[in-house]
């Protein structure tokens, strides 16, 4: 019965610096990449800050791209801690080996370390991130008894979303200070269209309608919404489209499935949906 | 067992007995009595017991009903007769007489509903439609109903049920564009002309404003058309064929209210207006309300941006002027109606806060720019905000007064869902301490349940999360010598080396604070206040186990200036005998008003440093209050918006409700999973613990 699986040719990724030899799609909305140069150019480190989906991974990419630098990105999650950015201690068949985590990796490799959504992370992670943003730019690697120097092509970024309305995950201000902030917010209206157009291939109607329904669920946020439709999701819904899927099932799982679980809510965004196509 | 149904002359006695007042020479009760004769004697009875009730409100009302009534008895099956006079009868109290008595005479459309059209009524689609117009708008629109569509600009009125097509698909369709339209009145500029002397030079008025509407209809279909293809399409389906030639010109994309009023005058006489079941009607109160709206505004704005001067240059002194360092630059409207605009401050771009940023849309929305005045100093309109707040806090002028004395009192707002603001400082609470009882009851329950108690401990410490080092892991901060050791032996020895060789800290992640919110409602007298003050022993006896930070309030309160909340157990407290005592001493007290008693309780969560904290109510019902129209759906919608201001503030909030009925209204409240059902009050003490253990899993 079972069929020989064969092995898909899956692309490896270095999983630590990926270094980006393709220019990463990416359309500015204002002056944020002059903003990025200079903070990188001065070694100051930058924060990222917007709702979700904006472009803000997206961006680093490029500026990685473009500065041709390696990035490493860390993914922060509520288990992060500052031994999983800087390193451990593991065994071999006969002794033990330091391995370096990400950040250490990045600050020897002159790379550009992206830590998502820092919030997520544990309070110990601030340990090691103090040092490194502020002039010292250093990492205290205390269990390998190492004090590691950042070159000046390093640098750190972090991405924070203020729109979580929760104490619980704001940015200290010690840590929020020690950073050049960019604040990213949706492209406006026809920039938006474009970025669809270009990313997804679709039909520049197709990106308008899209677009404007994502400004009325954008109406919504404390409506009744936490979020409003991200650039992302227009993205994805527009691809489904493109692939022959018809614009409303399209809209409905991508948009308003992802954006709420409330019937009435899920209803009124089909509704949204059905004039604006 | 059937009696003899009355003769016409005994009907027409009691019709003159019943409807005296509104009967003349003119106008008898013998037509009525020879209508009503034919029918079943039990028909009979129904007719004029209804004339009896609805001459309680109006006689007239009475009248116009015992004369439309044999005609819907034979097309309408009683349910749907008391529908019919049900909504006549709010017709009357909310428009007055004169429409009221229109739903009456109207039995048309009620017969539609008998033919087994599928109404859409605006009670179901009420919520719908509102998110749908507020995102259209960017700001919410209040919804109601009115026999005719119209809008003031803040309100949309809709018909309150519409069965003009066959399916509910299609009427609800007629909905959404009812709502599209009315919304693109304000939106468009329909009130930017004055339409009431725009039509008093015609020979017939009225005729001129349904011909007006008619048109505006036409141009507003047009601009709605190009930003939402797909109310285009419904419309061309529905209208079943072009629009006339001669109104062509208004499919323009910059054709105004003004072109409107040209073409009214061509057209008067030679067009009539074609009644569409979107036909809405124009009123010139709504240019008065603009009118308002536009004034208030400016104030409001003015205030806005006098904040924000201060709040991004501190150096600035209270009440200079500081207008006319901002700058506004409204680009053009886009296609779907919003207008993109840029805030400068002192030359440089500001990113505007939310309500600014909905202020100046609101402005743009109206005017289609920022007048030049808006950003000077002219002083009158900045106070007119000033007064304009000041009505708002003298909502709460009584209030204040008989209670400024007294100490420990807390003010808080409430939501009035009809007007969709807050009512401010509009409810009086007072934190108050549970008078102790000294019996014997925590000691009873505890041996009530003496055997629960022991397995819910044991459930329990099976939760309690400690901080301690893990040893053997896969992965780990460091290393595991002790298994290091060994595992190097075993390597020696020949085996493989194993690779579990470091430790990891495990923290006490239950970081967890929890307030439990107790109704002390009347309503609970008895066995359930019994049951309820078992339950908190018994979660008492559990999270003392656990450790988790905790503490009990009760809330009760009869009218809104007398809002209580019951001091139990604080979260700094320790379970003591003081505490088992004021369990003990819970007793019930009067109504349940649950948004102001939220609102304090999760202020004082708030004050705790959690990593999550629990706002958990046990409930016996809806919220309630003694008068203030808080029963119903004001309190419903009260106490919603007061449980997503505990989201927004970082609370979870929880029910463990006896109500049978609550799925009615508990989803709508604390969403679909954050509420439980406990059917069986006497079980509710071995639940409640249980419930909490494993949401807190």
Redesign the interface.
């Known amino acids: 019965m079972a069929g020989k699986i064969s092995p898909l040719p899956a692309k490896a990724l270095a999983t630590e610096a990926r270094v980006i030899d393709t220019e990463p799609y990416y359309e500015p909305c204002g002056n944020e990449v002059a903003l990025f140069e200079a903070a990188y150019a001065s070694q100051l480190p930058v924060l990222l800050k917007g709702p979700t989906g904006c472009g803000k991974t997206r961006f680093i990419e490029h500026m990685a791209w473009k500065l041709k630098r390696p990035l490493v990105t860390v993914s922060c999650h509520d288990d992060l ?1 500052a ?1 999983d950015l800087v390193g ?2 593991l ?1 071999t ?2 002794e ?1 080996v330091w391995v370096d985590g990400p950040l250490a990796h990045a600050v020897r490799a002159g790379a550009i370390c992206y830590l998502d959504e820092v919030v997520e992370a544990r309070r110990d992670t601030t340990v090691v991130i103090h040092p490194l943003a502020d002039d010292r730019r250093v990492l205290p690697m205390e ?1 390998h008894g190492e004090l590691l120097q950042a070159p000046p092509e390093f640098l750190l970024a972090m991405s924070y979303n203020p729109g979580y ?4 995950k704001e940015l200290k201000q010690s840590t929020r200070q020690r950073f050049v902030a960019i ?1 990213f ?1 949706y492209p ?2 026809a920039l938006e269209e474009k970025i669809i157009a270009t990313e997804s291939g679709t039909k520049a109607a197709t990106a308008s ?1 899209l677009v ?1 329904l994502a ?3 954008r ?2 946020k ?3 919404l936490d979020e409003g439709a991200s650039t992302r999701l227009l993205v994805h819904a527009a691809k489904l489209i493109a692939r022959g899927i018809p614009a409303t099932t399209a809209c409905h799982s991508a948009i308003a499935e992802a954006l709420s ?2 019937p ?2 899920l ?2 965004i089909d ?7 | 067992m059937a009696e003899a149904r009355l003769t016409e002359a005994e009907l027409r006695d009691r019709l003159d007995y019943l409807l005296s007042p509104v009967l003349s020479a003119r106008r008898t009760a013998a037509p009525l009595a020879q209508l009503l004769a034919p029918l079943t004697r039990e028909q009979q009875h129904f007719v004029l017991h209804w004339i009896e009730v609805i001459n309680r409100s109006n006689y007239e009302m009475g009248y116009q009903f015992a004369a439309a009534a044999p005609a819907a008895l034979v097309r309408l099956d009683a349910a749907a007769i008391e529908t019919w006079i049900i909504e006549a009868m709010d017709t009357y109290d909310r428009e007055g007489l004169h429409r009221g008595s229109e739903v009456f005479r109207q039995i048309g459309t009620w017969t539609a509903v008998a033919a087994g059209a599928e109404t859409a009524t605006f009670d179901e689609y009420a919520h719908v439609l509102e998110l749908f117009v507020c995102g259209l708008a960017g700001r919410p629109l209040n919804l109601d109903t009115a026999a005719e569509p119209w809008t003031d600009t803040e309100t949309l009125y809709l018909p309150p049920r519409i069965a003009t097509l066959p399916t509910k698909a299609g009427n609800f369709s007629i909905y959404k564009i009812l709502a599209t339209l009315l919304w693109a009145q304000g939106r468009f500029g329909t009130f930017h002309a004055d339409l009431k002397s725009a039509c008093a030079g015609f020979a017939d008025p009225a005729r001129a404003a349904a011909l007006l509407s008619h048109l505006e209809s036409v141009r507003l279909e047009a601009r709605i058309g190009r930003a939402l293809p797909g109310i285009a399409r419904d419309l061309v389906r529905l209208r079943g064929g072009e629009i006339d030639a001669r109104c062509a010109a208004l499919t323009a994309a910059d054709a105004t209210v003004g072109d409107s009023i040209t073409l009214l005058h061509r057209l008067y006489d030679v067009l009539d207006a074609p009644r569409y079941a979107w036909t809405t009607k124009l009123r010139p109160t709504a240019q008065k309300m603009r009118d308002a709206r536009i004034k208030r505004e400016q104030g409001e704005l003015a205030r806005a941006l006098a904040e924000l001067a201060q709040e991004n240059d501190p150096g600035t002194a209270p009440g200079a002027a500081t207008l006319e360092r901002f700058q506004i630059d409204a680009a053009s409207a886009a296609a779907d109606g919003s207008i993109d605009f840029e805030l400068q401050f002192d030359g440089a771009p500001l990113a505007p806060p939310d309500h600014v940023r909905q202020l100046i849309d609101s402005v743009l929305q109206d005017l289609g720019d920022i007048p030049d005045d808006y950003l000077q100093a002219a002083g009158s309109a900045a106070y007119d905000a000033g007064a304009q707040v000041n009505t708002e806090e003298d909502e709460s002028a009584d209030a204040w007064h008989s209670l400024q004395h007294e100490a420990g009192a807390h003010f808080y707002n409430e939501w009035d869902h009809k007007r969709r603001h807050y009512r401010k400082n509009w409810c009086v609470l007072r934190e108050i301490d549970v008078k102790p009882a000294s019996s014997d009851f925590v000691a009873d329950t505890l041996n009530k349940y003496r055997s629960q108690i022991v397995q819910l401990r044991r459930s329990f410490e099976l939760l309690r999360g400690e901080d301690k080092m893990l040893k053997r892991q896969a992965a780990g901060d460091d290393i595991d010598f002790d298994a290091l050791v060994s595992a190097y032996t075993e390597l020696k020895s020949g085996h493989e080396l194993p690779d579990r060789l470091f430790t990891r800290r495990h923290k006490n992640e239950r970081d967890l604070a929890v307030l439990f919110m107790v109704d002390m409602s009347g309503s609970t007298k008895g066995w359930i206040n019994d049951a309820e003050r078992e339950s908190l022993v018994m979660l008492c006896e559990a999270l003392e186990v656990l450790g988790d930070r905790y503490a009990i309030y009760g809330f009760s309160g009869l009218t809104r200036k007398r809002c209580e909340i019951y001091r139990i157990k604080r979260f700094d407290e320790p379970y003591d005998d003081a505490v088992r005592q004021r369990i003990a001493g819970i007793t019930p007290q009067d109504y349940t008003r649950m948004g102001v008693a939220i609102r304090h309780l999760t202020r004082l969560l708030n004050e705790i440093e959690a990593r999550t904290k629990l706002l958990i109510t046990l409930s016996d019902g809806k919220p309630d209050d003694y008068s203030d129209n808080y029963r119903g759906e004001y309190g419903i919608e009260d106490t919603r918006q007061a449980l997503i201001e505990a989201h927004r503030a970082g609370v979870k909030p929880f029910c463990i409700t006896i109500d049978s009925e609550a799925r009615d209204y508990l989803p709508h409240l604390y969403g679909p999973v954050n509420w439980t059902l406990v059917d069986d009050v006497k079980r509710l003490p071995l639940k409640v613990a249980d419930i909490y253990r494993r949401l807190t899993a």
């Open positions: 801690t031994a451990r201690y065994i068949s006969n033990t269990k309305q929760s104490v619980l604040d917010a406006d209206a309608a404007r400004h009325m669920t109406n919504l404390g409506n009744g679980d409330d009435e809510m209803r009124a509704e949204f949906v059905s004039s604006v196509f």
